[in-house]
C-alpha cells in the first residue's frame, strides 16, 4: 500500500531526474528491511502476520496499516518505553502451509527471532489457514502456535497472541471455518500459553453480529479493516503487554 516507481527497461542507475521511472505499482519490491542505528538502545517489536498486518486495502502512501499507527502511539511514549517496529506481515501468508511466501512457521527464524534486538513479537495469522481450508480444526493451528511460543521462548523473547478477526460473508467463510476460528480465539484468550493477548476480534466485530467485522470497519470484503478499522485495532493494544520481562 505504498508508491513503488519502475523505469521503462534498461539501466538508468545514473539518471539522477527519475524522469524514466514512468510506472508505479501500490507494492514495496526488493528492499525487504531497513535497519535504523538508534542513539539511544530501542527495542525491537516484531509483529507477524498476513494481509491484516501488511496493511490491505490501507489508503495508499499514508500510513494506516494497523502497524504504522501503533508505532505512533509507541513514538509518544517515554524513551526507555519506545519500540522500533518491525512490520513482517505476507499478505496471503498462512502458518501451517506455504502460500504466499513460506509458512509462518518456516519464516518466524528468518523474519523475527534473527532479526536486531527483537524484544516481542505479536501473532497474527491463521484466517488463510482456516478459510482455504488447511486448518479444519482448532487443535491445528493451537499446535503451530505453540511450536512458535517454545521457540520465541527458547530465544528469550516474548510472543503476544492476538485473535483472528471476523469474516462472515468473506469469499471463503462458512459456519465450520466459523467454528474454527471460535475454538482458536478461545484458546488464544483462555490458555494462558502466550505471554500477553490482544483481543482484535473484539476491537472490530460488530456487536449485533459477532460474527461479521463492524460495517464502519470494514473495506466492504468482510475480511480486511479499513483506516478506521486498523486505527481501531491499533487502539486495542494495550501498550504494556508488549514488554513481559522475560
Not at 501488511?54 to 494497523?66: F, M
Not at 512490520?87 to 501468508?93: D, F, L, R, T
Not at 478499522?229 to 503487554?241: F, K
Request: with cysteine; hydrophobic share 40%; net charge negative.
Amino acid at each position: 500500500m505504498s508508491t513503488t516507481y519502475v523505469s521503462e527497461p534498461g539501466d538508468v542507475a545514473a539518471d539522477e531526474s527519475g524522469d524514466a521511472y514512468t510506472q508505479t505499482e501500490e507494492h514495496w519490491y526488493w528492499v525487504t528491511g531497513l535497519v535504523v542505528d538508534a542513539p539511544r538502545q530501542v527495542d525491537t517489536l516484531a509483529l507477524l502476520g498476513d494481509s491484516i498486518t501488511d496493511g490491505h486495502s490501507s489508503t495508499v502512501d499514508a500510513n494506516h496499516r494497523w502497524p504504522d499507527l501503533l508505532a505512533d502511539r509507541l513514538a509518544e511514549e517515554p524513551l526507555p518505553h519506545r519500540y522500533g517496529v518491525m512490520n513482517q506481515g505476507i499478505s496471503g501468508n498462512r502458518v501451517l502451509v506455504d502460500s504466499a511466501g513460506v509458512s509462518a512457521q518456516a519464516r518466524f527464524d528468518r523474519d523475527v527471532l534473527a532479526k536486531p534486538d527483537v524484544e516481542t513479537v505479536v501473532l497474527l495469522e491463521g484466517i488463510n489457514d482456516i478459510g482455504n481450508g488447511d486448518a479444519t480444526s482448532a487443535d491445528q493451528l493451537v499446535a503451530a502456535y505453540r511450536q512458535l511460543i517454545a521457540r520465541a521462548h527458547a530465544a528469550d523473547v516474548c510472543i503476544v497472541g492476538a485473535t483472528l478477526t471476523p469474516f462472515e460473508g468473506a469469499f471463503y467463510y462458512s459456519e465450520a471455518k466459523e467454528e474454527v476460528r471460535a475454538g482458536v480465539n478461545e484458546w488464544i484468550r483462555t490458555s494462558g500459553e502466550f505471554d500477553a493477548v490482544i483481543d482484535f476480534d473484539a476491537a472490530v466485530r460488530d456487536p449485533e453480529n459477532p460474527l461479521a467485522m463492524l460495517p464502519a470497519y470494514d473495506i466492504g470484503d468482510n475480511l480486511h479493516p479499513n483506516d478506521a478499522g486498523y486505527q481501531a485495532m491499533a487502539d486495542a493494544v494495550d501498550l504494556d503487554v508488549l514488554d513481559c520481562d522475560r
